[in-house]
Nanobody
Framework: QVQLVESGGGLVQAGGSLRLSCTAS????????MGWFRQAPGKEREFVAA????????YYADSVKGRFTISRDNAKNADYLQMNRLKAEDTAVYYC????????????????WGQGTQVTVSS
């Protein structure tokens, strides 16, 4: 079992930045690929970014490429989502996720999820 806790969400103006953190506990963090997904009101959950176990491989949704950066610190059992040049359409609940094995963009393959953190971007 892996427990995931997100932090860092909040209210920010368009064009601003936020950094989300996800802290893991329970198992060896470096065994897990990590992902971030988001869900806006009335919409389905969508992929945002993912990172491999060692951090060498990353994936991004087209909508955030060039603005968001995923990273991880295995010594701290944490991964991060740096979000720059935020837009109103980035408003959503952001979820951290983990899976044993390789990184993927498919949410169905992630077995562990945090409770989510709200990100609201005002225009």
């Amino acid at each position: 079992q892996v427990q995931l806790v997100e932090s860092g969400g909040g209210l920010v103006q368009a064009g601003g930045s936020l950094r989300l953190s996800c802290t893991a506990s329970g198992r060896t963090f470096s065994n897990y690929a990590m992902g971030w997904f988001r869900q806006a009101p009335g919409k389905e959950r969508e992929f945002v970014a993912a990172i491999s176990r060692g951090g060498a491989i990353t994936y991004y949704a087209d909508s955030v490429k060039g603005r968001f950066t995923i990273s991880r610190d295995n010594a701290k059992n944490a991964d991060y989502l740096q979000m720059n040049r935020l837009k109103a359409e980035d408003t959503a609940v952001y979820y951290c996720s983990a899976r044993e094995g390789t990184a993927t963009t498919r949410d169905i393959l992630f077995g562990y999820w945090g409770q989510g953190t709200q990100v609201t971007v005002s225009s």
